[in-house]
């Protein structure tokens, strides 16, 4: 048997995820071959002295991925071929502009892939594969397929108590995408657009870019400023009140029902982006507001940070009047998810895998959370604050010092670790100390305590 060597104390990713690559980049490089077989799980356990889970694990993202299928009775056999100019190198980890590459990265956007049940998935997706064969051979629907606009139409209403029928909603790849679709059912010259300050630049820019009017409204201890917005003129609110995405408010009920009802009677439509409503973690979780105007709500939410960053699955909810615009106007909308992870995900939902995979995830990253603020009060207790410590996958850290954002981000990576900043969540400026974007949802127990130390040293 072909010998396999490598030093797991040699980096601090996941001892899955060096495994991944290990043997990815063998696949690459042309050093595995198609056709060629890797170890068995208990063999390759055994010889690197890990546990079987972890060579599963590994082994499973990588059939995921195409680079191998795992044939009964035989194993798992390399079905990757590389083109020629991939065999002389294999990807690089990535690095900074200078060429360093941090030992901690906080980014924003990592999960934890070590948990994620491959075998169900792949389990689910080869029966579909199986059992849809005559669906592939016409095209599908251009808002998504009808079994996974039904699963998301009962999952929406038993969990936010968002009342839409499967023709309500149309599927895409990202919510920037939903919201450049969304325009073309606005009119620019009509609609005025309110956005949180700070808020998510991804749709504010987009609505900048095509044209459309864009008033910046402050943050309460509750959300949006009501008085704010009815001054600012806008008739069209884009919202995230289950977790605001730069101050990490989480809105009151009392907001939401003050915000319906400058809806009905001075707005158009409520634009309800329900990001991260999946991971919060005390209290009880508020239904979405659409469920108190379903006819003057756009309601936009993703599946892809509960499952796996490369699965980009988002879905939006139009009230009637702007679904009729939609079938008047983009007739030829080009559904941008395939077909297979469309029905792929619908059967994963029917079939019970989502819930379960949910509250784990739930639990591990509320895990993550504690570790997190365990190690901020340890290491830094005065000199930062962490906004929204008790939901998601991340905390947006607002340092003590006469530093500038671009500083601290510099002086971290000369300590080995990457962070990101913030600026750019703002329309206008308000702010009085840099504030940084922590990501935690990849990163172990031992690695978040590390990074924070090392930010402390870099930064006081």
């Not at 190690?375 to 604050?385: F, G, N, Q, S, V």
Request: charged residues 25%; proline residues 5%.
């Amino acid at each position: 048997m072909r010998e396999f060597t490598l030093d797991f104390s040699a980096s601090p990713k996941p001892i899955f995820h060096q495994l991944y690559t290990y043997f990815k980049n063998g696949i690459r490089k042309g050093k595995l071959r198609k056709g060629d077989y890797l170890p068995s799980i208990r063999s390759c356990a055994r010889s690197f002295g890990i546990s079987k889970n972890t060579v599963e694990s590994a082994y499973q993202l990588l059939v995921s991925e195409g680079y191998l299928r795992n044939i009964a009775k035989k194993g798992f056999c390399v079905t990757y071929e590389p083109e020629s100019n991939e065999r002389e190198a294999a990807p690089a980890e990535a690095e900074d502009a200078g060429g360093f590459a941090a030992a901690t990265d906080f980014r924003y956007g990592n999960i934890e892939l070590g948990t994620f049940p491959f075998r169900h998935w792949n389990k689910v997706r080869n029966l579909v594969i199986a059992q849809n064969q005559s669906r592939y051979a016409v095209e599908g629907t251009n808002h998504g397929e009808y079994p996974l606009r039904k699963e998301l139409s009962r999952l929406l209403y038993e969990s936010r108590g968002v009342t839409a029928t499967p023709d309500q909603i149309v599927v895409g790849a990202a919510p920037q995408q939903l919201v450049m679709l969304l325009c073309q059912l606005l009119d620019a010259k009509k609609h005025r657009i309110g956005v949180e300050n700070p808020g998510y630049d991804g749709a504010r820019n987009t609505f900048l870019n095509l044209g459309f009017g864009v008033h910046p409204v402050s943050l309460t201890g509750s959300g949006v400023s009501l008085g704010e917005l009815t001054e600012s003129g806008a008739n069209v609110m884009y919202v995230s009140p289950s977790q605001q995405f730069r101050n990490r408010i989480i809105m009151s009920a009392d907001k939401r029902a003050e915000l319906a009802d400058w809806t009905r009677s001075l707005g158009e439509y409520l634009i309800e982006d329900d990001y991260e409503w999946e991971f919060k973690y005390e209290e009880g979780i508020l239904p979405a507001i659409q469920s108190m105007i379903p006819e003057k709500a756009v309601y936009i939410g993703r599946i892809s940070k509960a499952l796996l960053p490369v699965f980009n699955l988002s879905y939006m909810v139009l009230p009637s009047g702007l679904l009729s615009e939609f079938h008047s106007k983009i007739p030829e909308y080009d559904q941008p998810v395939s077909k297979l992870d469309q029905l792929t995900f619908a059967r994963y939902l029917s079939d019970g895998y989502w819930y379960k995979h949910l509250q784990q995830m739930r639990r591990l990253y509320e895990e993550k959370q504690r570790y997190f603020s365990e190690a901020l009060e340890r290491y830094m207790p005065e000199k930062a604050r962490a906004e929204g410590k008790d939901t998601g996958l991340h905390a947006f850290l607002t340092v003590r010092t006469d530093r500038s954002e671009e500083e601290l981000i510099e002086a971290a990576l000369e300590k080995g670790v990457r962070v990101y900043g913030t600026a750019r969540y703002w329309l206008r400026p308000g702010e009085e100390y840099p504030t940084i974007l922590l990501g935690y949802g990849a990163l172990g127990r031992e690695e978040i305590a590390a990074g924070v130390k090392a930010l402390a040293e870099a930064w006081f």
